[in-house]
Structure formats: C-alpha cells, structure tokens
C-alpha cells in the first residue's frame, strides 16, 4: 500500500525557510515521478514544484529561485527546501507520487499524480 507523509512545516517570518520533507512507502521509489502541490483557504490547488524518476525538475514560476526539490531515494524521501518564504506561499502542502511513470506530461498538474500525503501546513507572518 502507497503511503506519503509530509512533515516538516511551521510557522516563519517573511525571508524565513522551511524544509518540508515527504516518506515515501509501498512502492519502488526511484521508479516513479513525485510533486509537491499547495492550496490555500479559498483558492485553487497549485503545482509547486515535481521531480521525475531521472532527476528532472520543473518548478512554478512563482518559486523559481526560492523553492528546491530534491529526493534521497535511499531514504525514499522527497524534500521541499523553501527559503524567502512569503505570506503569500501561505498554504497546506501535499506531496504526490505517480509511482507507474517515469515522468510525466504535465509535471505540476494534480491529475498526473495517483497517491497524495495528508498534507502539512505552512504558515509565513508579514
């Protein structure tokens, strides 16, 4: 059985980081593509940055240059490292996994994705 769970975030100040981290189970981790996806109260969910089973990342213009995906497939974990967080990023964060692909068309549309974490919550203070 897939299983995804997020940790990792908190409450910062504007120009803080946080790392957020997903453990990945129940699938051959390094054979699939993953992304991590935020939503905020009242708004849309939004592709924020994936990583394809070669290391190919694709990034939303709004993180570019701020957010950085990484994984350790040893310990079949993903990381989100986001620094110069600002309220706007405000937003409980979800990893996706797509464990049958490679990669993906549409990295950071959700439908790309078949499993989901529970998410964790992040909070940035202007």
């Known amino acids: 059985q897939v299983q995804l769970v997020e940790s990792g975030g908190g409450s910062v100040q504007a120009g803080g980081s946080l790392r957020l981290s997903c453990a990945a189970s129940g699938y051959t981790y390094s054979s699939g593509c993953m992304g991590w996806f935020r939503q905020a109260p009242g708004k849309e969910r939004e592709g924020v940055a994936a990583v394809d089973s070669d290391g190919g990342t694709t990034y939303a213009d709004s993180v570019k240059g701020r957010f950085t995906i990484s994984q350790d497939n040893a310990k079949n974990t993903l990381y989100l490292q986001m620094n110069n967080l600002k309220p706007e990023d405000t937003a409980m964060y979800y990893c996706?996994?797509?464990?049958?692909?490679?990669?993906?068309?549409?990295?950071?549309?959700?439908?790309?994705?078949?499993?989901w974490g529970r998410g964790t919550q992040v909070t940035v203070s202007s």
């Open positions: 996706a996994a797509q464990p049958f692909r490679r990669r993906v068309n549409w990295p950071l549309f959700g439908t790309e994705y078949m499993y």
